[in-house]
């Protein structure tokens, strides 16, 4: 065999050897960050199942208003609470004239509706803060509270509406929020003991927050 073909087989060689490496090295590689990902994934879920538990009661969550300030959910202790995702330009929007007729009927009884703007179905809450609390107070006359826009679904979802949709599933057990206006009804004693979809209007959630005022 002459000395090039030797150089040649060599070099064959060498190659599906470095060859074979550089593919062991990549499973290593891949493996690792596999492992990695996995392991980071399951500390981020400890992380929030544990952040859950700490929150035993809607009473320990803290939000802001639509004027920036920090609330404590703990200030309505004892009072029956409607929280809603609302937004500007929505076909649910006109139910602020629902949601606005029960506050005034029911708020001396010890009544409260929680507002929180939410831009996630449709794009429909794009305003600011200010923009949103004006087009409420001059096309509906809003005076229930209004809260910071908020994220209701996914990786930035507010913890006050992940406590929300653990305690209080929608249909089949799915605990996303579906659209905007979805309603839960909180009881004196911070049990949520309603979820009302968007086509749910105030009037006809009426009847359920009388008894649990009475």
């Known amino acids: ?62 939000v802001k208003d639509i004027d920036g300030k920090e609330v404590k959910i703990s200030d309505y202790k004892g009072k029956v609470l409607l929280i809603v995702n609302v937004a500007s330009y929505c076909g649910y929007t006109k139910q602020y004239s629902g949601l606005e007729a029960i506050y005034r009927k029911y708020k001396d009884k010890g009544f409260e509706i929680l507002a929180f703007p939410c831009n996630q179905f449709g794009n429909q809450e794009p305003g600011t803060n200010e923009e949103i609390k004006q087009f409420c107070s001059s096309k509906f006359d809003v005076t229930f509270p209004l809260f910071d826009k908020i994220d209701v679904n996914g990786d930035g979802a507010h913890p006050l509406y992940i406590y929300l949709k653990n305690e209080k599933p929608g249909l089949l057990g799915t605990k996303d929020i579906k659209w905007n206006f979805t309603k839960f009804l909180v009881d004196k004693n911070g049990k949520i003991v309603e979820r009302f979809g968007s086509n749910k209007t105030p009037e006809e959630i009426a009847p359920e927050i009388e008894k649990l005022l009475n």
């Open 1 to 62: 065999m002459s000395f090039f073909k030797n150089i040649q087989i060599f070099y064959t060689s060498l190659n599906y050897f470095l060859l074979k490496i550089n593919k062991d090295k990549m499973k290593t590689i891949l493996m690792i960050i596999l492992i990695s990902f996995s392991f980071f994934s399951n500390l981020s879920c400890n992380d929030e199942k544990t952040q859950e538990l700490k929150m035993n009661s809607i009473y320990d969550f803290v």
